[in-house]
């Protein structure tokens, strides 16, 4: 298998804006960590280590998009020791990894969204966040009868603060509670104003748009891309 370079990695990340299968990716980190490996021991790395810390932390979010947060956790300690605690990446993927393990919702987005992730890893913070956010979806219509409007932002990740209102504006999102309400009634929910409450839509059909440079993704040609990416990685 051909090295891995930081400049394959950024292309294997960037696919997944077009709705690459997470688990036909994870295959080929999978396929690349014995390789990298050999590039640090316990007390050192000789390799570069900007690609360890990208290749892991990508590793670590490919594995929380297939849901294999056990994994993710054990991958923590697969990487190299003297980077897991001091390497700005991998302490901030291990921060998101513990805070999605511990379903705190608030703190999931706020690190998804304010952190200053690099360049590679952009593409999996983008689809991962779309990911956390549906499956709690999927989680509040089925545990929720009725929800009010602060707690559906919370857990959905709607953020109304001036400090979040460019990265809201770029996914798309609503940048008040009654737009978040209406994007809600849209999709299914029904509000009551009087009660001052939102009704979710039953599970098996509740569903969040994703953003809008997913929607325009064709997947027609995952495999082929897949396949052909593997022998680019090392270019």
Known sequence: MEALSL??????????????PADQVLDIFEAYEAQVALQYSDTAVSGDPVLLSAFFASYQLALMLCDELEEARFLTHRSPPTLQDTDETLVNAKNLLRAVYNDEHTLVYSILRRTSWPEPLQPLISRYFDHFRGATLKNISSLYSSISPIDAARYLGFSFS???????????????????????????WKWDSAQGLLYPKPVSEARIRPSDHLKAADY????????????????
């Open 162 to 188: 001036q400090n979040d209102s460019e990265a809201a504006t770029a996914r798309g999102d609503p940048s008040t509670q009654q737009e978040m309400i209406e994007l809600l009634v849209k999709q299914g």
């Open 7 to 20: 400049h394959g990695l950024t292309a294997l990340n960037s696919i997944w804006t077009a709705g690459a």
């Open 220 to 235: 027609a040609n995952d495999m082929s891309r897949l396949v052909g990416l593997v022998g680019f990685l090392a270019e």
